[in-house]
């Protein structure tokens, strides 16, 4: 293979601008340069690599109009190389674990996984720089610094909750915003699919759920819903980013949708209307009625049928209409339906109160006791604190969209908190992660989640990633400013913080 010399500039890998922040950044201050003589092989036995090698090149083309080569089987017109390798020779035992090694001429880009690689190519596209040099060669020609980059995730659960069901989202919605957390290295979208304002998933053993339960939202706009073939789509799209769907579907509260679509589910005693209101609270399931459980039933078996994620998430919220008695004893009916159908069941810290399965994963959103009872049965915590990291609360008295009941939430406070001693008293190996929850009472399209969710969404992956004795803010903040020309590029309607200096 030719290898023209080539006398590149100093580059230092160390000031880069990478967020989530890796473990360990070793600068070799030269470049690799990205050109139209590049190709990026993979490794073609392990599942997943060459995929990711696509992926990259799809990427690349789209920022450089570069079309980079896959596994080509002639290497005359190459002079640089991106190697995608699978090795097990790494610091941590992580399965998303990665090294990229960066020279003059090869990129060699080592994981244990397909995840692992793919978080790793997150790392070398936030290196591409937004121009192109076009005095070292004949063609133009993209800079990355060389030099060596350890990594893996403090947390193996990085989520980011989007409910559908206060405002239905379109599939490219959705879409979108899956992009957008891939390249932050979030492994987790949690679908808030059921609520008392809609219901957002084709249940074919129950029809009227979309016939009827389907048609409202907030504000009394049209809704809507995924069919199975759609949330089938998406669950394959957020797959080829190696982020897994959790559907949840919520119960016993939270199901005005549900019970006015078939009303024998009701068990609040009160005669059934559309609600396209915010409060919450006043609606339950008859946690006494064996049909009951003959729907949810099915309702779990078929969205468990297109649903590969290891977790069923129900919810479990503010059911102030459901007697204590009966919440319990409706908690303890659901959990073996949804072993039943091979799904671990997720719920809403006051599934806590519960005979639950050490298990069963308890996502804690308000009541720190219920997190550490659920630590003390043995069960894996979700942190998800209201107060800190919920994306739908105002940065301040002057945003937009959101709401405050819980704090106003400015793009500091998102990021200045350890989810490792949120909760005193809870075992970091209790904390299976963090994940960003929006809810939509105040949104309806992806202008106004970007509005919300961007910048804090990136700090929010920083805290899932990177450990907590490598983060501070005034560190963050200049990387956080580096983010503008891709977020400008595709499109996303983020805050501008007067606490980070934009300029």
Same mark, same amino acid.
């Given at each position: ?32 340069? !990205?050109?139209? #003589? ?12 060459? @995929? ?10 789209? *920022? ?24 097990? +020779? ?26 692992? +690689? ?7 596209? *936030? ?15 993209? !800079? ?33 915003? /899956? ?52 949330? #089938? ?11 897994? /769907? ?25 005669? !059934? ?82 005979? /639950? ?16 009872? @659920?630590?003390?049965?043995?069960s894996k915590v979700i942190l998800s604190p209201a107060s800190k990291a919920y994306l739908d609360m105002q940065y301040d008295t002057e945003s937009i969209h959101g ?68 983060r501070n803010w005034e560190d963050y903040s200049k990387r956080l400013v580096q983010q503008v020309p891709f977020l400008k590029r595709h499109d996303v309607n983020f ?9």
């Amino acid at each position: 293979m030719n290898k023209p010399e080539i006398n590149y500039p100093s580059t230092n890998l160390a000031n880069n601008a990478l967020i989530p922040k890796p473990m360990k950044v070793i600068a070799t201050n030269s470049a690799f340069g !990205l050109d139209s #003589k590049t190709a990026i092989f993979t490794n073609q036995t392990a599942t997943g690599f060459e @995929a990711v090698g696509q992926y990259l090149a799809e990427k690349i083309n789209g *920022q450089t109009n570069i079309v980079v080569p896959v596994n080509i089987s002639s290497e005359e017109a190459v002079e640089r190389i991106i190697f995608i390798e699978k090795s097990d +020779a790494l610091e941590s035992t992580s399965p998303e674990a990665y090294q990229l090694y960066i020279k003059n001429d090869s990129i060699v880009l080592n994981a244990r996984s397909a995840a692992g +690689a793919f978080r790793g190519i997150q790392t070398l596209r *936030q290196l591409i720089p937004e121009t192109a040099n076009d005095t070292l060669a004949e063609q133009p020609m993209w !800079l990355i610094p060389t030099g060596k980059i350890t990594d893996a995730p403090n947390f193996s659960y990085r989520g980011a909750m989007l409910d559908v069901a206060r405002h239905f989202f379109t599939v490219e919605e959705v879409k979108k915003y /899956i992009d957008l957390l891939a390249y932050y290295k979030y492994n987790v979208f949690h679908m808030h699919l059921s609520d008392d304002q809609g219901w957002r998933i084709e249940i074919k053993s129950w029809p009227k759920l979309t016939e009827v339960g389907a048609q409202t939202e907030v504000g009394g706009g049209a809704g809507g819903f995924y069919t199975q073939e759609e949330f #089938k789509d998406l669950v394959a799209y957020a797959a080829e980013r190696h982020i897994e /769907i959790i559907p949840e579907i919520d119960m016993p509260g939270h199901t005005n949708a549900a019970s006015l679509s078939y009303p024998f589910l009701n068990g609040n005693g009160k005669k !059934l209307s559309v609600y396209t209101g915010t409060n919450v609270g006043f609606s339950t399931f008859d946690a006494n009625k064996d049909e009951v459980y003959a729907f949810l039933d099915d309702v779990i078996r078929e969205i468990a049928a297109i649903s590969p994620s290891p977790y069923f998430h129900i919810g479990g919220d503010e059911s102030h209409a459901t007697k204590k008695r009966d919440y319990i004893n409706f908690i303890q009916k659901v959990e073996p339906l949804v072993k039943k159908h091979g799904k671990t069941m997720v719920g809403w810290n006051e599934i806590a109160q519960a005979n /639950i399965d050490s298990s069963t994963v308890v996502h804690l959103w308000n009541e720190p006791h219920n997190a550490l009872k @659920a630590a003390e049965n043995g069960s894996k915590v979700i942190l998800s604190p209201a107060s800190k990291a919920y994306l739908d609360m105002q940065y301040d008295t002057e945003s937009i969209h959101g709401l405050h009941w819980a704090a106003y939430i400015p793009v500091p406070d998102a990021y200045n908190w350890n989810p490792e001693t949120f909760v005193d008293g809870l075992p970091k190996e209790s904390i299976l992660g963090i994940e960003a929850p929006l809810w939509s009472e105040t949104i309806s399209n992806s202008a106004e989640l970007e509005y919300l969710a961007f910048p804090r969404a990136i700090g929010y992956a920083e805290l899932g990633w990177t450990a907590a004795s490598q983060r501070n803010w005034e560190d963050y903040s200049k990387r956080l400013v580096q983010q503008v020309p891709f977020l400008k590029r595709h499109d996303v309607n983020f805050y501008r913080s007067k606490a980070v200096d934009w300029e």
